[in-house]
């Protein structure tokens, strides 16, 4: 059985911590800029699919379309001290490495459930410079389940944050671009979960490549 995020108590500590630390960081250190704020419904079920250049990217992102978006992680992250107050209150739910992708499914069901859009990185991991090569159909397998539309979001910048062998961010610049909501899948086939996975990547795509 699931643990129960606690959902109010949950989003309390959200956004408390959003507006204390994250937002007052994106906007005075990393200069961001949003486009397409406006697509992002404010309500019901979502699922949130962007690319991935950075660890910073899901605070980036959840701040960005302005309501709480749950991430998963790695369930060796929340044995890390400081770490793993920092990613619970900024949404994670635990995966198991090696774990079927219906532990993951349920997971994010759960936290739809509790008010929380979901963010799934369309590619699973990160790339060098934040391009999607290889989509895979997770996000739209929850979409499809969970009945929620789909928000594309393409994340600028964030690949320059961190150097190698560097902890310290760098004030790189960083623009988020919000595209069309899109329907949810009517179904479960691999055909149209194949499709509608390979549209999103496409926008996602355009969206950054317009860069600053």
């Given at each position: 059985?699931?643990?129960s ?17 994250v ?5 005075t ?10 697509n992002?419904?404010q309500?019901?079920?979502?699922v ?13 992102v959840?701040?960005?379309?302005r309501r709480?978006v749950?991430?998963m992680?790695k ?7 400081i770490?793993?107050q920092?990613?619970k ?6 995966v198991?490495r ?8 349920r997971s994010a ?6 008010g929380?859009?979901?963010g799934v990185?369309l590619?699973?991991t990160r ?7 290889d989509?895979k159909r ?10 929620a539309p789909?928000?594309?979001v393409?994340?600028w ?5 961190l ?6 961010p ?6 988020v671009r919000?595209?069309?909501?899109i329907?949810?899948?009517?179904s479960t086939h691999?055909?149209e ?11 996602i ?8």
């Open positions: 059985m699931i643990k995020r606690e959902p109010l108590i949950s989003l309390a500590l959200y956004h408390a911590f959003k507006w204390s630390v937002s007052p960081m994106l906007h250190y990393f200069r961001i800029q949003i486009h397409g704020a406006e992002v419904p309500s019901g079920p979502l949130v699919v962007s690319n991935h250049a950075s660890y910073f990217d899901p605070p980036i959840s701040n960005c379309v709480p749950a991430y992680a369930e060796e992250l929340f044995g890390v001290p770490l793993a920092v990613i209150l900024y949404g994670a739910y635990p198991s090696g774990t079927a992708d219906r532990t993951a499914i069901l759960e936290c739809i459930e509790n929380w859009a979901v990185f590619e699973g790339t060098p410079d934040g391009k999607i090569t989509p997770g996000a739209l397998l929850l979409a499809a389940k969970a009945k789909i928000l594309p393409s994340v910048g964030s690949e320059g944050i150097q190698k062998g560097s902890a310290i760098r004030a790189v610049p960083i623009t919000i595209g069309k909501l329907d949810a899948p009517s691999k055909e979960l194949q499709n509608l996975t390979l549209k999103c990547a496409t926008i795509n355009e969206m950054h490549d317009l860069g600053r």
